[in-house]
């Protein structure tokens, strides 16, 4: 018989070893992943907005299709909670419009009409989803979020913008709202967690686990099959009455990212019948309170879809605009290209050919005096460690940047959009070309090139030129080509964001 001694100590050593055996070094602090966490109350603290809703109550098919809106403004949100920006989830300041987002996008094509086509088993009208064509929709992706707030606006309140539900119930056309309303806030960061970045499924959900613990909600794409909308028949992945816990077996069904939802926590514990083993995502979906628990399901870390395959997850990183001016100079409006592919990653190019880095700039005309504050761009990989030069002009006889004002370095630990300010401004002239150099060491970890670029097919969104540095064991320099030379209509994406008076 052990005594009670005995049994305590084995207890404590056992609860030590839950905790640490899912620690990570981050920083030179270890960051303990603990068994459970939920978002809603963290040491007494929410950090995540209230559920909202895309559909018309106790009518999911009644719906816009704007998962995608509602799932990375779920990011955002908590983000500005997480941060401390907002402080209260219920406030105006910390619910933003995906209705607005959704509107003026620019990528997705909007349906303002009720569509009475019927589909399902028993058949329901499509309503606002697709178009009469059933070919064009609200449709997106976390990164079209990401591209809007990376081009320098901001977002807009949902008290200004709501969805109009009550236009909806009623099968009414839609009105879109104006374009042009207060915008709030500015990106941070865009973060894409690719689960083809990660050797195995338990280091991706501790990154996935950290990245919520420090910023707040990911999106994150699911499958979801007509049969699991409440009321229709057929093949459903839930594994109980109440549309509250969530186990796809399926492996064919693995690259089908159909539905985007919010992570919210987990738990190791978690028993979902059916799965192999225990363990469940948290996830805040966009169906309504009157869905699921209160709006929030289960999902098995086991699922065949959610985080593996070509899945992915985003989190959205806010910051106050505060000390940046609202004009930024870009290579290009956009950060993907026109037109939208079927990935949801950037395109990219550039070697690290011979262990060398890899570069590209940009040229630029200051339309005023100032000083630059700030640079944006985006990682392709993971663990991008990159040096920044700013330089005084273009040399247009040696075809180089010339007069070199400041240089830096910092390593861009995830891919996707990184804000990043200089280590001190650097004044610029009306009228004044000016270069950034931006150069990607050598990445033996690297999945594809460093350099992201952007192709438009009639160059309207091409807004300054870019060029691509090769290099030669002749010459001891770097060979500097306009990268429309090589690509045609395309660029390389950066911008420049300038201080505000």
């Known amino acids: 018989m052990i005594p009670m001694e005995k049994k305590a100590l084995i207890l404590f050593l056992i609860c030590i070893f839950s905790v640490v055996v899912f620690a990570s070094q981050s920083g030179g602090e270890v960051v303990a992943i603990p068994q459970a966490y939920d978002l809603r109350n963290v040491d007494g603290n929410c950090y995540i907005t209230p559920v909202k ?18 799932s990375s403004l779920a990011s955002f949100e908590s983000s500005l909670l997480k941060q401390g920006i907002a402080s209260d989830p219920y406030s105006p300041e910390a619910n933003l419009s995906p209705w607005h987002l959704g509107c003026h996008i620019g990528f997705n094509h909007p349906n303002y009409e009720f569509n009475d086509t019927l589909v399902g088993d028993p058949p329901v009208p499509i309503s606002y989803q697709l178009d009469s064509t059933m070919q064009f929709g609200w449709g997106g992706s976390a990164l079209f979020t990401i591209d809007f707030l990376s081009s320098g606006r901001g977002l807009v ?33 865009g973060l894409v967690y690719a689960r083809e ?3 195995g499924d338990r280091e991706y959900m501790n990154t996935i686990k950290r990245a919520v613990m420090e910023y707040g909600a990911l999106a994150s794409p699911m499958y979801l099959g007509a049969p699991d909308l409440p009321g229709q028949s057929g ?83 806010a910051d106050r605009n505060e000390g940046y001016a609202d004009s930024r100079y870009r290579s ?54 990159v040096v920044l030069k700013v330089f005084e002009s273009w040399d247009d006889e040696l075809c180089e940047p010339s007069g070199e004002v400041l240089s830096e370095d910092f390593i861009l630990e ?85 201080q505000d008076e």
């Open 332 to 385: 290009s409006e956009h950060t993907l290209s026109f037109p939208i592919g079927g990935s949801s990653m950037y395109e990219s190019d550039g070697s690290y050919e011979g262990n060398r880095s890899s570069s590209f700039c940009v040229s630029f005309i200051s339309l005023e005096d100032g000083l630059l504050k700030s640079v944006g761009l985006i990682a392709a990989n993971r663990n991008e460690h």
């Open 53 to 70: 809703s895309q559909c018309v109550p106790h009518q999911p098919w009644n719906c816009v299709g704007l998962c995608w809106a509602f």
């Open 235 to 317: 093949m459903s992945f839930w594994r109980d009455d109440g549309y509250s816990d969530y186990y796809c077996d399926l492996e064919e069904l693995t690259n089908q990212l159909v539905h985007l939802v919010t992570i919210a926590g987990w738990d190791d514990m978690k028993r979902i019948d059916g799965a192999p083993g225990d363990g469940a995502w948290l996830i805040k979906d966009s169906l309504g309170r009157q869905l699921h628990d209160g709006g929030y399901f289960w999902i098995s870390y086991y699922d065949t879809v959610f985080l593996k395959g070509d899945s992915y997850a985003v989190s959205l990183v």
């Open 157 to 189: 309140l949902e008290v200004d913008a709501p969805l109009p539900l009550e236009r909806m119930e009623t099968r009414e056309v839609l009105l879109p709202p104006d374009r042009d309303l207060p915008a709030h806030y500015m990106l941070r960061k």
């Open 197 to 199: 970045d990660f050797d």
């Open 414 to 498: 995830e891919r996707g959009y990184h804000l990043i300010d200089l280590a001190r401004p650097v004044e610029v002239f009306e009228g004044q070309e000016f270069v950034i150099v931006v150069s990607f060491r050598f990445n033996p970890d690297a999945q594809g090139g460093p350099l992201v670029y952007v192709t438009d097919e009639d160059g309207s969104s091409i807004m300054a030129k870019t060029f691509l540095a090769s290099f030669s064991d002749d010459l001891d320099r770097p060979l500097w080509t306009d990268y429309r030379e090589i690509r045609e209509n395309s660029a390389f994406f950066l911008q420049a964001i300038m």
